[in-house]
């Protein structure tokens, strides 16, 4: 399985100090909900990626063993 890297707090100044920020790319997302929809027998539609569909990825991967 593929991880996501986690953002340097120190090279942003905006989140500087912080920590469990992570770089995620859209077509990774993209990729997870369209297998998703595969496996699951549905069909295969666009999907439009945004927060929510981010968050979902990131909490699915999280919990994975």
Do not use: H, W
Not at 7 to 12: H, L, Q, T, V
Not at 21 to 48: C, H, N, W, Y
């Amino acid at each position: 399985a593929k991880t996501q890297r986690e953002a340097d707090p120190s090279y942003y100044p905006g989140v500087k100090g912080a920590r469990g920020i992570f770089k995620v790319k859209p077509t990774d997302v993209e990729r997870s909900v369209l297998v998703g929809q595969a496996v699951a027998g549905e069909e295969m539609k666009a999907v439009k990626v945004n927060a929510a569909s981010i968050a979902d990825f990131l909490i699915k991967n999280a919990l994975a063993p």
